[in-house]
């Protein structure tokens, strides 16, 4: 079946679906992005999804054009046109069309694209016995130049470039830090570590993107009346923690049982981490906008 996509209020096959050659996210990653998915027919915290998106625009000051009920509507419907089931959804929007950084210049008329894809980041193996990570030289960009709250398509020049310090070392990720040597996050994934029965996350302050799977670990464990705190994380928390796990939508929960060299806990994935995985899978079944029966 041949892929739909949706673009600036048309379903259209892909072939046919064509972004401009000067278009503001194209040239200059002035745009913003989601990455959702879709278990089982139910698009899982689509409107958290919706809601990042249109904070993001709001804080780069792109107007839409539509309202958030109408882009849900949008990737229902793209989701419906595709019958995709189980998968990732891709919703991309930037600034619109023109040359020339000065958006005065643009033409009203944000771009807006929502495409589905199938995505499994990692074998099966790796949820079961863990990822292996580095550090990376990469750092996050200080929050008062780029805010990580905001899911900019020019953020992530410097993710990328963690992304391939990993695959140079063969590791399934990077961690990185921000300019004062905390660690702020994956590159596509928060970070958790267990110490003593108690869950800790770098908060958005040392440049950790608001991630919807992190909130929904969170919401997990405090269900669990398992304790979590936001707080700083520096290297030598991560080498001496019991556990860690990385959270993300693409990535989902994942143990990272080694890094830099040491094993992390007993270089398995812990009990905590296992108990939150299942945890967080059951929410995939229930937390949503139904998109198919
Ligand atoms: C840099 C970064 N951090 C964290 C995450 C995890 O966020 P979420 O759970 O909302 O997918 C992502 C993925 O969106 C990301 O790109």
Not at 42 to 48: G, H, K, P, S, W
Not at 195 to 200: D, K, P, R, S, V
């Amino acid at each position: 079946m041949e892929q739909t996509v949706y673009i600036n209020g048309s379903l259209l096959p892909r072939a046919q679906a064509h972004a401009d050659i000067y278009d503001h996210g194209l040239l200059y990653g002035d745009g913003a992005f989601e990455g959702i998915r879709v278990y089982d027919g139910l698009i899982f915290r689509l409107q958290e999804h919706i809601d990042r998106l249109f904070r993001s625009a709001k804080a780069l000051a792109i107007d839409l054009g539509m309202t958030p009920a109408e882009m849900v509507d949008a990737v229902v419907r793209t989701v419906r046109a595709n019958e995709h089931r189980t998968g990732y959804i891709r919703v991309t929007v930037s600034r619109g069309v023109g040359l020339g950084l000065d958006p005065s210049h643009l033409p009203p008329g944000a771009t807006v694209i929502i495409s589905t894809e199938q995505l499994s980041l990692y074998p099966r193996s790796m949820y079961e016995n863990g990822l292996e990570v580095v550090t990376a030289s990469t750092r996050v960009p200080p929050s008062c130049c780029i805010d990580p709250q905001i899911k900019s398509l020019g953020r992530y020049i410097n993710n990328i470039q963690a992304k391939m310090e990993a695959n140079r070392v063969g590791a399934g990720e990077a961690l990185m830090l921000n300019m004062e040597g905390y660690v702020a996050e994956a590159t596509g994934d928060n970070l958790f570590l267990v110490m003593n029965g108690e869950l800790t996350t770098p908060p958005t302050s040392q440049g950790a993107l608001t991630g919807i799977t992190r909130a929904t670990v969170i919401e997990c464990a405090r269900e669990a009346g398992i304790p979590v705190r936001e707080a700083a994380v520096t290297l030598y928390d991560c080498y001496i923690c019991d556990e860690a796990f990385l959270t993300g939508t693409a990535a989902e929960v994942i143990a990272m049982v080694r890094l830099d060299g040491r094993d992390l806990g007993s270089g398995k994935p812990g009990r905590i981490t296992q108990q939150l995985t299942e945890a967080f899978h059951a929410r995939t079944r229930t937390d949503g906008i139904r998109a198919l029966d």
